[in-house]
């Protein structure tokens, strides 16, 4: 733990059950491990081990049995919900399997949502004075939002598909606007749950190589699950979890 | 607030992104809507009716009778008309004498009916209640032309001339000019029928009574007060004072005061001054209750109409539960969640309650206005916008505009004002029949603006209610199930 100063992410002792009645079922039992600020970190390991779940956990997603996650030496638990939900939308990307964009809404408008969603107080905390100046803010906001989203729609090279329908998208570019929206806060971290585990070998190439353009050009810390070996291989780092726990041989 | 109302707004809309609406909002809300205008119209009916009533009452009746205890008669009237006269809230006063007889017309054997005799001063009598106003035909009660042609014809000395009910004239069988026997004073032992000769007296109908009042129609009689006086042998004394006052809602502090100006003796008996109010509180007090079952049953109306919000929001959050697990991912706070919900809710209440209160409006208008209405085979117009509608599903391939969208809207609610306008029109109580049972004429709406807000207010309080917990339900997924939910 000599690194702790330098970590972004720390997870410390976690342990998380299910419970089916009275049967506990343990799925983490202890994970340590931690994140380094712009690091592409996979986590990797067997069905049903329970990546996801750690994964969930680290998005505060889902709470632990016992343990905890620190970012930037905060405990984020301690948070109540409405604290958590902000540091969720202002410091953490997801990228899941499916893409999970919304069918009502647009391309652009499922990029845009997250800083739409997070809108009032970042203005506020811009101009925090009057509410003229609020007024003007949140005009100046909006645009700038989609100015936001349209440039990163253009980064994963759907410039053209922003009005679509995500059910007027193909498989690969569903997950790229989801790659787009997961980047749209600028969060530290973004976490991703096997991103190309839904896609056909050319799409997934696609998608994994703008992970890591994002990784290279912007910095973004990222942690993925996967058993997909390839990318694990690409990785700076992997972290290998077996029955629960952080495997020594995966360990740096 | 701007995610949640940006998020709400696009919920409200169908998938489909062609439809202005979703299909299930449009349910959701014209149930409210229906819930709504039908409460403003059964109320402003109940409303009209008891206004209706009211003003008839009013303007047919004293506003305080002054009597003794056991009608018993009295004297000095005059110089006690006066007195209450010089109070400030009373108009006029005018002597009575007022009791009931059995009567037969003259070519009849044997008593008819029995009705009630009203013996007045006329030109007193007009300013009290507005008596000629309702009389067809003449009110001289001595020198009528139509008394000295009974006269002539008839064997039997005449009293006087009376002004009977005109239903009531109907039911006896007799018209202008003939002969109505009274039977005035009945012996109170009992009568043996075949030695019994009653002391009878014979008026002339001069003229018919026809008030909005079916209660004076069916059993008034009116004579000169002085014919009255002779009738009962009580020359110069009076039995009742009737009342008009500048405004009928003081009645209740008026009649003490009436009763304290004008002092009986003890010998006189005990005065009883009773208010058009307690004359009729029966009535009112049944109004009254009607009122309050019809706002309670409505009130349930608008209850079914929220559950059916209650319904649609439930489903929404079921079809959107994944949406749901998005935007907690994305960093939406449970309330955030909730707000969404409850706003699509409240929009469908909002939009339901004023759609329902301009069509409840609309109806009671329509209900009332007796402006003439275009044929209704113009209202087959209405029919145009089906043939419209079938260009357009021909049309549908082509995109097109929002504005025509909007249009096409407009249209149909254009269609549907106007077929309302031409078939919806003031129900004629007459042609049901019913029109001496309610004493008027066509069926009255008067709409009571309180009422109007006071539901708007209720009809969104329940609505928004029925939000709550779908709104809830959604805002306590959990996250993470949320996400994987198929």
């Given at each position: ?50 990546k996801s779940t750690l994964l969930h956990i680290l998005g505060a997603l889902d709470r632990p ?188 | ?312 929001l439930i489903m929404t959050v079921m079809e959107k539960t994944r949406d749901v697990g998005t ?160």
């Open positions: 733990m000599t690194h702790s100063r330098e970590a972004l992410i720390r997870i410390k002792d976690l342990h998380k059950s299910y419970y089916d009645g009275e049967a506990e079922l343990p799925v983490l039992q202890g994970v340590d491990f931690m994140v380094r600020p712009s690091e592409m970190l996979a986590i990797v390991g067997a069905s049903g081990v329970g049995t016992a343990g905890t996650v620190f970012y930037e030496e905060q405990d984020i638990f301690t948070f109540p919900d409405k604290a958590l939900a902000r540091f969720r939308n202002e410091h953490i990307g997801f990228v899941f399997q499916f893409h999970h964009l919304l069918p009502e809404f647009t391309a652009l408008e499922n990029v845009a949502m997250s800083a739409i969603l997070g809108g009032v107080t970042q203005q506020s905390s811009v101009h925090p004075h009057t509410d003229k100046a609020k007024e003007i803010a949140s005009c100046y906001d909006t645009r700038s939002v989609y100015t936001r989203a349209q440039e990163l729609l253009a980064y994963v090279g759907l410039s053209e598909r922003q009005e679509h329908y995500p059910s007027q998208l193909s498989g690969g570019e569903r997950q790229r606007v989801a790659i787009a929206r997961a980047l749209m806060n600028q969060p530290q971290v973004v976490l991703a749950d096997e991103p190309t585990g839904n896609l056909d070998s050319r799409s997934s190439e696609a998608v994994l190589e703008l992970l890591w353009l994002m990784n290279a050009q912007a910095g973004q810390t990222f942690v993925i699950v996967t058993h997909n070996k390839e990318l694990a291989e690409r990785a700076d780092r992997t972290v290998h979890l077996v029955d629960g726990k952080i495997s020594t041989a995966g360990k740096w | 607030m701007k995610f949640e109302w940006f998020v709400a707004s696009r919920y409200l809309r169908s998938r489909r992104k062609q439809s202005f609406i979703s299909l299930i909002s449009i349910i959701s809300i014209g149930g409210v809507a229906l819930g709504v205008a039908t409460v403003i119209l059964a109320i402003a009916v109940l409303n009209g009716v008891e206004h209706g009533l009211k003003e008839r009452f009013l303007a047919n009746e004293a506003h305080v009778v002054l009597m003794l205890h056991g009608s018993d008669f009295f004297g000095g009237y005059t110089q006690r008309i006066a007195q209450i006269e010089a109070l400030d809230e009373v108009v006029a006063a005018s002597p009575v004498v007022y009791s009931q007889v059995a009567v037969f017309p003259e070519h009849s054997k044997r008593i008819q009916d029995v009705i009630h005799i009203k013996g007045i001063e006329p030109a007193k009598e007009d300013i009290v209640t507005g008596f000629s106003r309702f009389v067809a035909g003449s009110v001289d009660f001595q020198n009528s032309p139509l008394i000295a042609k009974a006269e002539r014809l008839s064997d039997n000395t005449v009293t006087g001339g009376i002004v009977l009910g005109a239903r009531l004239a109907d039911r006896l069988g007799i018209v202008k000019g003939d002969i109505l026997r009274l039977v005035v004073e009945l012996q109170e032992h009992p009568i043996n029928p075949d030695t019994f000769i009653p002391d009878l007296s014979n008026f002339v109908v001069i003229g018919l009574y026809e008030s909005e009042l079916a209660v004076y129609d069916n059993s008034f009689g009116f004579i000169h007060i002085a014919a009255a006086q002779k009738l009962y042998n009580r020359a110069n004394r009076v039995n009742a004072i009737f009342v008009r006052l500048r405004d009928a809602e003081v009645a209740p502090q008026a009649a003490p005061r009436i009763t304290d100006t004008v002092q009986f003796s003890v010998l006189e008996g005990l005065p009883i001054a009773r208010t058009w109010m307690e004359v009729h509180a029966p009535l009112f007090a049944a109004l009254r209750l009607e009122k309050t079952l019809t706002v309670v049953i409505e009130a349930l109306i608008i209850l079914v109409a929220a559950f059916n919000i209650a319904s649609t935007f907690r991912t994305l960093g939406a706070s449970r309330g955030s969640i909730m707000g969404i919900f409850m706003i699509q809710g409240s929009v469908i209440g909002i939009l339901g309650t004023l759609l329902g209160t301009g069509l409840g409006l609309t109806l009671c208008w329509l209900l009332s206005s007796n402006s003439l209405r275009p044929s209704p085979w113009w209202a087959l117009i209405v029919a145009m916008p089906v043939l419209l509608q079938v260009l357009i599903a021909l049309r549908r391939i082509t995109p097109r505009p929002g504005g025509f969208k909007m249009a096409l809207w407009l249209f149909w609610l254009v269609s549907i004002g106007f077929g309302l306008y031409c078939f919806v029109k003031p129900i004629s109580l007459v042609e049901l029949g019913l029109s001496q049972i309610y004493q008027m004429n066509q069926l009255p709406i008067k709409v009571n603006w309180f009422f109007v807000g006071f539901i708007n207010a209720l009809s969104f309080l329940i609505c928004w209610l029925a939000t709550l917990y779908p709104a809830w339900q959604a805002a306590n997924l959990n996250p993470v199930e949320a996400l994987q939910h198929e």
